[in-house]
């Protein structure tokens, strides 16, 4: 008689169960073959649901940058801690960038409702005090003592100037305008009076994929400050010229010194990816060679896959693992490579190989009812930087064409974009199946004992409830996590055999 009156709580868990199977597998599944058809992955345009995941991720954001700055934690980080220093900031910027796009490309309702800077207004002011705030300067202070704003420094100056023009711009509000006119002068100048246009991000290290976004940067913010760097950008070429290239594919190197512009080591997907979307703007030819080279010595595609490399297929070592700058290597594709490289196909526009670049990014993202890309959460730094995947994802899908040539897409999907769909829909049938037969056999089984009936029930219903609860309206890990735990509940045996 015990099974039968603990009956409906296998219910319970068996609803549970399907609802989650829903929400974690079906909702997804059904999510990306809707998107994959999406006009803006194929015209040029700004895809329409990234409209509704930037409104999601705005509240998070908002949340998260204020607590972060309040917190005060970024200035104890160890500067080893690259991912933990770098990436909120770097992130931050990602997510400016794309609110950025997101704006200029709403020109009516039919997009979307509301305009971006609008429904993500306290976003944008918190991540601008992120970007401005010491405490997360901190590891840059540490590598460059108290004048870290005024020589060399690149990176983090180059983020500085991005952030607050992308924050002027989507404000009109100038309150951060007297520090963002003297980083623009003061690092133009700097790059400009230096013997080879490089300067090092960190004491020693230089990384000349960091120098162009940094004079994008500069250039961009004469559109907010009324200056004129393009005598400036002219020159600025020349620290891509010569000495820094890789001699076997004729793009600049991944490291560099300044002191002498000699390259080293081979060029590397990661950097050049996030380079080109920028080089466009300033030397169109120029940034043409670079991608054609790109697109020989790194592209790849088979039926089931497609992407950039790491490393150039000249250099066939490292085809696996990977490291904080790459992220995973799978086969010899690169993850942050491929990543980016939605941006740089779009910016070019080579929708032939944007569109399976996106599809794939879209089968691998699991997206939730919540509005949570779980896939790129889950390769953020989930304690220091828990957007940044989401939000550098969403920065390569807003980029607009800004080359007269292109190539449109044939609408090439990757098999590995549908095994990505089978994925989540076997998950979830199979989740489902395993609740629906766990029910059934409750129901065969009416004359089996439950051991420590009152116990049971009290540990189940506080596992559900608080379970229940936190994933509505809380944590939703630790929801999960409660709600796992009651479907082991109630189990069955012989009397006694929890004495």
Sequence with gaps: MAVKRFIWCVFVNTTLLIALSVYFFFYPAVVILHDMNDPGLVDGGVPRYTFSWHRSLSADYEAWAHERVMSGKAAGLNINNISGTEWPVFGTVFYLWATVSLQQAWEDPTLFPVAPKEYAHGAIETSAALVVDPNHAGWVRKHWGDDYLSRENLFYRMLLISGLTSYQKLTDNDQYEILLRDQVESLSRELDESSYG??????????????????????????????????????????????????????????????????????????????????????PETSQEWYDNYENYFWQQTWATAGFREFSRELPYRNWAGDVDSGPILASYGTAASAFGIGTARTFGRFDQAYPLSVEALAASWPLPDGTRLGPRMLSNLSDAPYIGEASLLFALTRRPMTSSGMPTDRFVPASAYFGVIFYLTCGVVTSRRALLSLRRWKKSSDSPIPQPKFQLVLWSIFSLVGLVSFLFFDRVIGLLFLLLAQTLPVKGRLGSWD
């Design 198 to 283: 490089l300067l090092d991000d960190y004491p020693g290290q230089c990384y000349p994929v960091d120098i162009l976004p940094a004079i994008a940067a500069i250039q961009r913010a004469d559109e907010v400050l009324g200056t004129d760097h393009s005598q400036f950008v002219q020159r600025a070429i020349r620290a891509f010229q010569g000495d820094v290239l890789d001699e076997n594919t004729g793009l600049p190197a991944y490291i560099a010194d300044s002191r002498t512009g000699q390259g080293y080591g081979p060029a590397r997907g990661a950097g050049i990816s996030f380079m080109l979307i920028g080089a466009p703007e300033l030397w």
